[in-house]
């Protein structure tokens, strides 16, 4: 959780790249053979990652990400897969219909902006309505 603190901190100063590169230390330790798996709280640093993105108008990097985060959600919170010892650590915030709402919808405007047309409704198909 460290490692999405500190992220996040650089990202609401506007320090983006330097974002980028605590998230990216994150996943080289989290391939250590010292490090046990952490598989519960990767959702919050998926949805950083892509919104970073986002914010840096890197869209085609972008809409990967979010890609990466609407099927880690589907594969883990829709299931329940997500509620593992280390989720008990540290508060997850990205795994609520608002958030993954909030994470298509960037998706879609990533889209838009590269004319990705069918690629916006893949993600507007992933949208939560009832």
């Not at 080289?28 to 919050?44: A, N, W």
């Amino acid at each position: 959780m460290i490692y999405f603190h500190k992220a996040e901190i650089l990202a609401v100063n506007k320090k983006l790249e330097e974002a980028l590169d605590v998230i990216k230390d994150h996943d080289e330790f989290k391939k250590r053979d010292d490090v046990d798996s952490v598989v519960g709280t990767d959702i919050d640093f998926l949805y950083a990652k892509a919104t970073i993105l986002k914010r840096l108008e890197r869209n085609n990097e972008a809409i990967s990400a979010f890609r990466e985060y609407s099927d880690f959600y589907k594969e883990y919170c829709l299931k329940g897969k997500h509620r593992t010892s280390d989720t008990m650590l540290g508060a997850m915030r990205y795994v609520g219909p608002n958030a993954l709402a909030m994470a298509m919808i960037n998706a879609v405007e990533c889209c838009i902006k590269k004319n990705k047309l069918n690629t916006a409704l893949y993600f507007l198909s992933a949208i939560p309505i009832k």
